[in-house]
């Protein structure tokens, strides 16, 4: 699956070309993807492969960190301070420290 990720700002580069990003990692569909509110380069997705990515999209060939704590699809993900918090189909809810 692919994230793809535009700027919050103008969209448009100097070219007048709308700048994005594809970020690679997710093997499934990916439902929710949030923002850090600390940072304007990372963000965190979750997906239907059950798993949960972290990225910083100065570097969108690879995620900086993998959750693997649900048994089903991850239907929603969030940020709380310095951990992530996720919710899947398997009626869980879990919160994550990232590295």
Same mark, same amino acid.
């Given at each position: 699956?692919?994230?793809? &990720?535009?700027?919050? $700002?103008?969209?448009? +580069?100097?070219? +007048? &070309? =709308?700048?994005?990003? &594809? /970020? @690679? $990692?997710?093997?499934? %569909?990916?439902?929710?993807?949030? %923002? !850090?509110?600390?940072?304007?380069?990372?963000? @965190?997705?979750?997906?239907?492969? &059950?798993?949960?990515? =972290? %990225?910083?999209?100065? #570097?969108?060939? !690879?995620? /900086?960190?993998? @959750?693997?704590?649900?048994?089903?699809?991850? /239907?929603?993900?969030? %940020?709380?301070?310095?951990? @992530? /918090? !996720? $919710? +899947?189909?398997? #009626?869980?809810?879990? =919160? !994550?420290?990232?590295?």
């Amino acid at each position: 699956a692919v994230v793809s &990720t535009q700027s919050t $700002g103008d969209p448009r +580069g100097a070219s +007048g &070309t =709308l700048v994005h990003s &594809t /970020l @690679i $990692g997710h093997s499934l %569909w990916v439902p929710s993807v949030t %923002w !850090s509110k600390d940072s304007e380069y990372e963000l @965190i997705s979750g997906s239907y492969d &059950t798993s949960v990515l =972290l %990225w910083d999209t100065r #570097n969108p060939k !690879s995620f /900086l960190q993998r @959750i693997s704590s649900h048994d089903d699809k991850v /239907l929603a993900v969030a %940020w709380e301070r310095d951990q @992530i /918090l !996720s $919710g +899947g189909a398997d #009626n869980k809810v879990h =919160l !994550s420290a990232f590295k």
